[in-house]
């Protein structure tokens, strides 16, 4: 699933792309998603509050009922690189949370990533693609509280042309991205395109 350096404020030229995905079950590896932040040192995105200090309780479950998805949610920061990481292909069940985005439920884009397979086989959001507009999305956060989120879109987009600022980008709005490998296969048996939902608060 993708990792990329944010466009937190103003427009930027970014590439993400979704790496981490196979057709065979040992030859996934780890996603990637590479891209400039609009930050003035073109390297790192703007920082966050530290946790505990104004900041919204941690996400820790995804629940996607229409698809038959409950995950618990890792947190996702960034590699040395500057790309965002995703889960390890060994807990290619389990979906995170992209740190350096919004918090579910709260103003800005929130972004929670998951395989689609890895070399261990089906993996979380496998059936991603089946989801469709008007469907629930349930996210739970480490207080006990629960936001739930309707479905308003899905794309599927090549990896060369990923939408980074209209996915990563700054937003007034409480949005919610799910992002996913998706399409026909290369030559290395990676998916070519990615697949991200839309979300907005129910």
Partial sequence: MPPARLALAVPAV??????????????????ATTGASADA??????????KGVGRPATPVEVLIPSIGVTSALMELGLNPDGTVEVPPPEKGMTAGWYTGGATPGEAGAAVIIGHNDTRFGKA?????????KGADITVGDSRGKSTRFTVTDTESVDKDSFPTDKVYGATADRALRLITCDGDFDAEGHPVNNLIVYATPA
Avoid: E
Wanted: charge should be neutral.
């Fill in 14 to 31: 970014l590439l993400i792309a979704l790496t981490g995905c196979s057709s065979t079950p040992d030859t996934a590896t780890p996603v």
């Fill in 124 to 132: 979380v959001f496998h059936d991603l693609k089946k989801i469709t």
């Fill in 41 to 50: 040192d073109a390297g790192t995105p703007s920082p966050r509050a530290p």
